[in-house]
């Protein structure tokens, strides 16, 4: 029965969305910074408000307790239709398995931006970061673009942070049909048109066999 050892165990399957989430959490970088910014902040100016510390993000995460209205991020798809916050969220979850032999698997992770369409708009905060794309200035060196969207915002601060990044726990991340066709991000709307936003999938692949005659870990 050895030969039950050289199957993929799946091992670090049932932590994949809370490793994702704790890595965002604990990001330093400018766009995790900014991704923070706009799941906490409604208004218009959200952007140029403070930091969100760690321990508010760790709060922003839904834990089952039954409260999710002041909560912007899940581990789960949305399904909730009574959600009415004005606010926006993130949704984390494993999407698709694609097996690609007895030991690797392709494993897609869904990502659910979603942006009360009253607060859509939101103001271009790039004189005050460290480093701007020169694209959204002139030869002026004046802000050319002034608005943007929430939840296109939240996309490119989610791929920009976690594209190709090697998350401890899950892998290395890729938005890449090279190694997943089902990798790619859509256009979403939500809660009878209430919500808009997208749905993007990266996926990293997993596989490690036992080491146990029990087949375990």
């Given at each position: 029965m050895d030969e039950f050892l050289d199957y993929n165990r799946y091992t670090n399957l049932d932590g994949v969305e809370w490793r994702?989430?704790?890595?965002?959490?604990n990001s330093t970088d400018e766009h995790a910074e900014s991704l923070w910014k706009m799941l906490k902040y409604n208004t218009i100016d959200c952007l140029s408000q403070p930091s969100v510390p760690i321990k508010e993000r760790r709060a922003m995460v839904y834990k089952d307790d039954g409260v999710s209205d002041d909560k912007n991020v899940f581990m789960?798809?949305?399904?909730?239709?009574?959600?009415?916050?004005?606010s926006a969220r993130l949704d984390v979850f494993v999407d698709r398995i694609v097996p690609v032999n007895q030991v690797y698997s392709q494993v897609n992770i869904g990502f659910e931006i979603i942006v009360h369409n009253k607060i859509n708009n939101i103001k271009n905060n790039a004189n005050e970061i460290s480093n701007p794309n020169p694209g959204e200035f002139n030869n002026d060196d004046e802000l050319v673009i002034k608005y943007k969207s929430r939840a296109t915002s939240l996309l490119a601060a989610l791929l920009a942070e976690l594209n190709g990044r090697d998350v401890a726990g899950v892998g290395t991340l890729q938005h890449n049909t090279q190694i997943n066709s089902y990798?790619?991000?859509?256009?979403?709307?939500?809660?009878?048109?209430?919500?808009?936003?997208?749905y993007t999938v990266m996926t990293t692949l997993m596989g490690e066999t036992s080491s146990s005659p029990d087949y375990g870990w």
């Open positions: 994702i989430i704790d890595f965002l959490i789960m798809p949305y399904v909730n239709d009574s959600w009415t916050a004005q990798s790619l991000t859509r256009y979403q709307m939500f809660n009878n048109k209430d919500y808009y936003g997208f």
